[in-house]
């Protein structure tokens, strides 16, 4: 089967295994990911963050690795239909995306 194209929505403090663990996933397996962020360019880094649970049923927000965008989202949002999958990494992205602009 060749490799299915798929978009991952990122924005500033994603739950870094949210963009890892699926990214290298889905590479391991054959298909392409394309790494985007609003207002960011391929080749910018984005900040990700890690939530650990400290118990008593709270958890800490702490800063993870730079996370590496590989397109430019105005590029990608110019050609949708190339996309067989659309993913949107959790943790603090999605608040980013929705509040953009």
């Given at each position: 089967?060749?490799?299915?194209?798929?978009?991952?929505?990122?924005?500033?403090?994603?739950?870094?295994?949210?963009?890892?663990?699926?990214?290298?996933?889905?590479?391991?397996?054959?298909?392409?990911?394309?790494?985007?962020?609003?207002?960011?360019?391929?080749?910018?880094?984005?900040?990700?963050?890690?939530?650990?649970?400290?118990?008593?049923?709270?958890?800490?927000?702490?800063?993870?690795?730079?996370?590496?965008?590989?397109?430019?989202?105005?590029e990608?949002?110019?050609?949708?239909?190339?996309?067989?999958?659309v993913?949107?990494?959790?943790?603090?992205?999605?608040?980013?995306?929705?509040?953009?602009?």
């Open positions: 089967m060749p490799g299915k194209k798929i978009l991952m929505l990122t924005g500033e403090f994603t739950e870094e295994y949210e963009i890892f663990v699926y990214q290298q996933a889905m590479e391991a397996v054959g298909h392409i990911v394309h790494v985007v962020c609003p207002d960011k360019n391929a080749g910018d880094l984005i900040k990700t963050s890690l939530h650990d649970f400290e118990g008593d049923q709270t958890y800490t927000e702490k800063p993870g690795h730079y996370a590496l965008l590989n397109k430019t989202f105005s990608a949002e110019r050609q949708l239909d190339q996309y067989h999958a993913y949107c990494a959790g943790g603090r992205g999605p608040e980013y995306i929705r509040t953009d602009k």
